[in-house]
């Protein structure tokens, strides 16, 4: 396929109004230079405006006016053709946002079911309050629907496109069927006010009629829909220059509207606009309750961001035409596909855009006819649904892997043992994930949940209706599934359920019944059979459909549940090592060694030799090099405990009585200790802004925690105790001995950090996959969650080093290797490796995109210190050799290279393996002595304490 092209390289850019496609063009060079074959950019279709990620998507057949129009983007695209870059697009296929400016969202409030958009939106037209039937629920009141009133923050308003509810920054269309009731409300007035064989008086009379004629809520023949809608489009353009033209007319409209808007708190004012709003497709609603009513898929628990019917073909080609003209015109090159887990078949919606993209590509073939990756968080050893035609996912997996090498698996008991003696509780992570599963089910989506169940019991009635299983024990049963399921979901698509699957659903219904085991097991029988689809001997097809389709919607909403009482909530409840609390993660897991990173690495080698490799994204919890920072902590778990003890103790002064409880508490103690010592800066003049990030943070902690306090029903005076608690512990005084006792002790974190920052720079470059760069992060990456990892870039900055570099290289390159390794805070050494190992990736792409993968071992005592392997093809070899658990080995301050360091042993190598080696780093010839099985360490390690050694130079 000559349009396939796989990536080297990727470097994701974040696109807002203050970086735009004119900004990326400036870095086209600079990122060539580095090494990077392609860009890899956030969405750039039309978003809400200042957005600043670009998932709340308004209209994907436009580009984002905010970052630049179409010929800026073209001039972005010829800048990367004459550097042969690629462009990686990620695109939203789940969701839009609601908003005025999504003019789908905006024909389908005034059209209502006549709307073309209508079957675009995910919405439940029959929910389960019948008042709600045929409409649509918007949770965007304050208040409850009557206070609203009340306190006159609705009100009606005209203009040249009609008329329009308005509330706070909300503009709600009306039904032009209804615009009669404010058109002929008190007609007598007008017409004493008026000559009625005014022309224009006899104009506004012809309106009236027309939309007497007109009924929105009717049947309208395909057609006709063309014509009615130009015939409304006149009727809004006529109305406004009558308006204009006739005092009369102006004076009289203008006082209805102020009395449908209740500005004289008139009861019948009260009266008419509640009139006007009940004709409406929708309902306005409080979002405080909005939980238990709300009537369409949402992202997440995110209530301006909902659902696409993205399965609909006609749907799929109008969301995606703008994608796929771009693609067809060679400006995208691989595509990056958001949330895949919202979609209700994902296997369909890639092979669909697999086939459009090249229709050369059978829509039910597992070649790709282009390069794409997904979004897909895998759990527990779980793979990619091998029917996917995909090369991978964006890289989260690598992440979790690559982390792990850098763990001590025998100190992690011994933190588990200090963790839970601090906090006082005995509660596993696999407890606390199913409490906290089963709490953001019930809490924040209580109407998702009353709809399965509902739709169960139809279910269930028509499977035995001679038996009593009540709507409340089937939902009971869902969300204990739910909250036992082990990944984010299954994607079962037809009536075969694969043996990953079911697996998945075994342990959840058996995991069920083991924390259930005196209840509902005749609800847990009958749910299993409908999500294993075990149908009766009897069945139609038409019964079969019906199940199908239940285990369709509910797999969808497992994923949800997965991402929020997990990533949202759990991730900041058990807090035993926060470097583990990753997306994907498992922060319970023990058996981490390099046995198993080879183990991951040869799998991945085998079935997606191009996915991504990533250490942080834009959703990632903290940045890279805060959790190599925090590893070390597995390495010293005493000295550790010793600190949390003495720093416990030192700051219960500063702590404040809310509500009966200390705060704050031991858990958000150590949550927040272990923060700092990850990303506490490495310049003093940082400290103050670091400061203030650190205060948003924790804010935003506690309320994912859900336990003190949440964004759902924020404690204030909790808050209030938690931020006075950071400020008087980061006081700069002779009295504060925790500050200096914990700088100590972070200083000396920092430092091994260092060293693990760069071997799992070097393992990302050069192992199976496409390594990604996020954006900045070629230099030291000390942030927290978004928005703080979203911060501005300083490019200049970045510019001047890799000039500095590429200059000195060639003649100065031992003095610079030395002042780099001294000067490691300025994030220099970082950078130089990261454009060392990157250029001979590109330079050398097929032995890293084709090549075997051998596992590799030191000898003697450092062999618990080393992580390596070779990649091979044909005769070109590369050695990829990193050290690990470096407090064992060297102490603060002293690099870990030469002769004291690794004395006399040895990197066995393959017999096969060539003599003689050439350091990319370093530039110094090694060769493996006679009578060796391999290359000693202290040579490979004897000026930089990674290292990357090649035979084709």
């Known amino acids: 396929m000559s349009n396939l092209e796989i990536p080297i390289a990727t470097y994701r850019l974040q696109f807002n109004k203050k970086f735009r496609f004119s900004n990326a063009r400036t870095l086209v060079p600079y990122l060539h230079q580095l090494g990077i074959s392609d860009l890899y950019a956030s969405p750039i279709f039309k978003a809400r405006t200042g957005s600043l ?16 129009t179409e010929e800026q983007f073209e001039t972005l695209f010829q800048r990367m053709k004459h550097y042969g870059m690629g462009f990686l697009a990620d695109i939203v296929p789940n969701h839009m946002a609601i908003s005025n400016e999504n003019h789908w969202w905006m024909d389908l409030l005034e059209n209502g079911l006549n709307s073309p958009y209508a079957s675009f939106f995910d919405i439940n037209w029959n929910p389960i309050n019948s008042i709600y039937k045929n409409k649509i629920i918007i949770p965007i009141l304050d208040t409850p629907y009557c206070q609203a009133f009340k306190k006159q923050n609705i009100s009606l308003k005209f203009d040249e496109n009609g008329l329009f509810i308005h509330y706070k920054n909300f503009r709600l269309p009306l039904s032009i069927s209804t615009y009669n009731l404010v058109l002929t409300n008190r007609m007598d007035i007008l017409e004493s006010a008026i000559d009625r064989n005014h022309p224009i008086f006899k104009q506004f009379k012809k309106i009236i009629k027309t939309i007497e004629c007109l009924n929105s809520h009717g049947n309208i023949r395909p057609q006709n829909t063309d014509k009615i809608y130009h015939d409304r489009q006149i009727i809004k353009q006529k109305l406004w220059q009558i308006f204009n033209a006739s005092p009369e007319i102006r004076t009289f409209i203008s006082e209805n509207i102020t009395l449908f808007s209740n500005k004289k708190k008139d009861i019948n004012s009260f009266y008419l606009l509640n009139n006007l709003l009940s004709q409406q497709i929708y309902q306005l609603v409080s979002w405080k309750t909005s939980h238990e009513q709300i009537n369409y898929r949402r992202f997440f628990d995110i209530i301006d961001l909902i659902g696409i019917h993205v399965e609909i073909p006609q749907v799929f080609e109008t969301t995606h035409a703008f994608i796929l003209r771009l693609i067809n015109e060679g400006k995208i090159t691989g595509i990056r596909i958001d949330h895949i887990d919202g979609l209700i078949n994902p296997l369909e919606y890639l092979s669909r855009f697999q086939h459009y993209a090249n229709p050369k590509i059978k829509t039910n073939s597992k070649t790709p006819g282009i390069y794409m990756i997904v979004e897909k968080i895998l759990s527990n050893d779980e793979l990619l649904p091998h029917k996917w035609p995909v090369f991978g996912t964006t890289g989260y997996d690598f992440l979790n892997a690559v982390n792990a090498v850098f763990i001590d698996s025998k100190g992690m008991t011994n933190l588990g043992n200090s963790y839970s003696r601090f906090t006082g509780s005995q509660h596993t992570f696999d407890d606390i994930t199913y409490n906290k599963k089963r709490q953001v089910a019930i809490e924040l989506f209580p109407a998702e949940l009353h709809a399965l169940g509902r739709k169960l019991a139809y279910l269930y009635h028509h499977y035995q209706p001679a038996t009593s299983l009540s709507l409340i024990e089937l939902t009971n049963a869902i969300i204990e599934i739910t909250a036992n399921f082990p990944v984010y979901r299954t994607y079962t698509h037809n009536f075969h359920v694969s043996t990953q699957d079911r697996s998945c659903l075994e342990h959840a219904i058996k995991e069920t019944q083991k924390r259930n085991p005196q209840q509902m097991f005749n609800a847990l029988d009958f749910v299993g059979k409908i999500l294993l689809l075990k149908f009766p001997k009897n069945f139609k097809l038409t019964q079969k459909n019906t199940w199908l389709h239940f285990v369709l919607k509910w797999q969808q909403f497992t994923g949800t549940i997965m991402a929020k009482g997990l990533e949202d909530t759990v991730f900041y409840n058990y807090n035993r090592l926060l470097s583990l609390n990753e997306v994907g993660g498992n922060p319970e897991l023990n058996n981490l060694s390099v046995k198993n990173f080879h183990r991951f690495n040869l799998t991945r080698l085998s079935h997606y030799p191009h996915t991504m490799n990533t250490t942080a994204t834009h959703d990632t919890k903290r940045g890279e090099d805060t959790r190599t920072r925090l590893n070390v902590l597995s390495e010293i778990p005493e000295l550790w ?6 720093w416990n103790q030192w700051n219960q002064s500063e702590k404040k009585l809310v509500n009966g409880q200390l705060v704050p508490d031991s858990n958000m103690q150590v949550l927040l200790y272990q923060t700092m010592l990850g990303s506490w800066p490495l310049w003093q003049k940082e400290v103050p ?25 924020p404690d204030i005076k909790y808050e209030s105790a938690l931020l006075n608690f950071v400020e008087a512990i980061l006081q700069t005084s002779d009295q504060n001995i925790f500050l200096r006792d914990f700088m100590q002790f972070q200083q000396q974190i920092a430092y091994y950090g260092v060293f693990n920052s760069l071997a799992q720079v ?3 470059i050069t192992s199976p996959g496409v390594p990604d760069f996020y954006q900045g992060t070629e230099l030291w990456d000390f942030s927290l969650v978004d928005p703080d990892n979203r911060r501005p870039i300083d490019y200049q900055k970045r510019r001047e080093i890799i000039t500095e570099i590429s200059r000195k290289e060639p003649s100065e390159l031992l003095p610079m290797l030395h002042q780099i390794l001294t000067s490691w805070k300025d994030g220099k050494i970082k950078f130089y490796l990261t454009y060392k190992a990157l250029n001979y990736r590109q ?7 084709k090549g075997n993968y051998i596992p590799l071992q030191a000898n003697n005592n450092n062999s618990d210190h080393i992580c390596a392997f070779a990649r091979q093809q044909e005769k070109s070899w590369a050695l990829t ?3 690990r658990l470096m407090t064992k080995l060297v102490s603060i301050d002293s690099l870990p290279v030469g002769n004291q360091v690794w004395g006399q042993d040895l990197l066995i190598l393959p017999k096969d393996a060539p003599e003689n080696w050439f350091n990319v780093f370093t530039n110094e010839k090694l060769k493996i002595p006679a009578s060796t099985k391999g290359l000693p360490l202290s040579d490979i390690f004897s000026l930089f304490p990674v290292a990357l050694l090649v035979s084709n130079y």
């Open 53 to 68: 990620h670009g998932y709340d998507v308004t209209d994907p057949s436009k580009l984002n006016p905010e970052l630049g």
């Open 641 to 646: 405990d010793r600190h949390l003890k003495k």
């Open 689 to 713: 802004e670091f400061k203030k990030r650190l205060k948003l943070y924790i804010i935003k902690a506690a309320r994912e925690a859900k336990v003190f306090t949440s964004w759902f029903s």
């Open 762 to 764: 070097l393992l990302k």
């Open 843 to 849: 330079t050398n792409k097929e032995i890293f995109q």
């Open 881 to 883: 050799i990193v050290p």
